[in-house]
């Protein structure tokens, strides 16, 4: 690096930072371009970049440059009694080669979102684990991406409502490819998931393809499959992009013959935007299929999801944004499980898609702002009834029948909850963050709670 580069390296905007640079890998959750593009687009506003392949990503620059161009920060984020510290990195060169870094440490795993490091039985410095969010490299152009390395899909159509991959999912390791023709979208992705005390290794795939008229109207379609086995090699049949789970399985054509070994899911999302201030969106999901009148009188159920988002934008300008809306959400009782439960979509006792698990239904309204690229707050109070089939009770457990029951089953807690979140860029580099949580339920006692905290970062700009 020569001398003069150094007069690049400065103290960054969080915001011109994310903003401003022309990136294209996922965005972490945490950052403002994260958390801005979701109220956006409830505006319409970049309607062009929605998708229902998620998560978010930097925008793609096609600015020629044959330098090695790095953009990075690093930072700390103390929230009550938790602290982390975190880096991120990306380097460009010769504008469509890519990779990206963003690995965090932290004192409380379990008080993390998306969080799936084991903690050490030491500490230093009273950090006990640390863990690498998303990485990778990839090459980009105006309609490809081919991209290899660590972080999460997240699948449907809305803010907050995906079902079977979420963006709030632990990270796994995956390789994927895009292809844009404007219009017309599909992606292909092949993952490995984990593997157990047993010696079962279990792989995720999935391929979707979507329609985009560029304007207010986007419709998708995808499958997304589990599958697992004892010592068992990632498994090429599934490499075909335009293959499907049935024909695969039902033909024996997989590296672990039979019915049991995979489970599959099929899901139909539509993003619409009827209006000039009004954003619909819905995702609708079969798990497992009722085809015949036998199965019915035999009582055979059937696996289903669906979410449904309404968003209103009642102040749309340049320095402020803010949205009002309502959400429907419902998971079925065995919806997301297999019979053998190691196929469940799950991983590392989390679910891959929707946080609140299965046998559940919620519905929530709330509010969104964004005032003077300086403040994010978001308000919300909602209903959630939950069985106690819940998947997040038992993650590996299969189902023991498919029979209709009702739903949500067994014994049901209703939830009622409501919160405040505020986030508020006091500096360019400094933001503080505020929390107000109150819950109560059947089973368990009310509880209200108040987190503080700030995320304080230093941020490197430099071209090679």
Do not use: C
Request: no cysteine; net charge neutral; proline share 3%.
């Amino acid at each position: 690096m020569s001398m003069n580069s150094f007069r690049y390296i400065s103290i960054f905007s969080g915001l011109s930072l994310l903003v401003s640079v022309g990136l294209n890998q996922e965005v972490p959750n945490e950052f403002y371009e994260f958390k801005i593009q979701k109220i956006k687009l409830d505006h319409g506003i970049d309607w062009p970049r929605n998708t229902t392949f998620g998560p978010y990503r930097f925008s793609h620059n096609d600015k020629k440059s044959d330098s090695l161009r790095i953009n990075a920060r690093i930072g700390t984020n103390l929230y009550n009694n938790k602290k982390s510290i975190y880096a991120y990195g990306h380097f460009t060169f010769n504008t469509h080669f890519h990779g990206y870094l963003y690995p965090r440490i932290v004192s409380h795993p379990e008080g993390f979102n998306r969080y799936s490091g084991i903690p050490r039985d030491i500490s230093r410095s009273g950090f006990s684990s640390g863990e690498t969010d998303l990485s990778g490299i990839s090459y980009e152009n105006d309609w490809m991406i081919i991209q290899f390395g660590r972080g999460r899909q997240s699948w449907g159509a809305g803010n907050d409502i995906q079902l079977a991959l979420s963006e709030e999912s632990n990270a796994y390791d995956y390789g994927m490819l895009d292809l844009d023709f404007r219009a017309l979208k599909v992606r292909y992705f092949h993952g490995y998931l984990e593997t157990d005390t047993l010696s079962i290794n279990r792989y995720i795939t999935g391929r979707g393809i979507e329609w985009n008229n560029q304007s207010n109207m986007l419709i998708g379609l995808s499958e997304i499959i589990i599958y697992s086995g004892k010592n068992r090699p990632i498994d090429f049949s599934y490499f075909n992009p335009i293959s499907t789970h049935l024909e695969i399985e039902m033909n024996d054509r997989q590296n672990n013959v039979g019915t049991s070994s995979g489970n599959g899911i099929w899901q139909i999302s539509i993003d619409y935007l009827p209006f000039h201030r009004f954003r619909l969106s819905g995702n609708y999901l079969f798990d497992e299929f009722t085809l015949d009148s036998q199965q019915t009188q035999n009582g055979k159920g059937s696996g289903r999801a669906h979410s449904v988002r309404f968003a209103y934008a009642i102040i749309k300008d340049e320095s402020t944004r803010a949205s009002i809306y309502f959400s429907n959400i419902s998971v079925g009782t065995n919806t997301f499980k297999h019979q053998i439960g190691i196929n469940n979509f799950v991983q590392r006792n989390k679910p891959l898609g929707w946080s609140k698990g299965s046998d559940t239904r919620e519905i929530q309204i709330g509010f969104n702002g964004n005032y003077r690229h300086r403040l994010l707050l978001n308000i919300g109070l909602g209903n959630r009834i939950e069985g106690e089939k819940n998947i997040l009770d038992d993650s590996y457990t299969g189902y023991s029948d498919y029979l209709s029951e009702p739903f949500p089953s067994g014994d049901v807690d209703v939830i009622n909850y409501a919160f405040t979140k505020i986030q508020w860029w006091w500096k360019p580099n400094l933001s503080i963050v505020s929390e107000i949580i109150y819950e109560n339920s059947i089973f368990s006692e009310q509880y209200f709670t108040i987190n503080l905290g700030f995320d304080l970062f230093y941020g490197i700009k430099t071209h090679i």
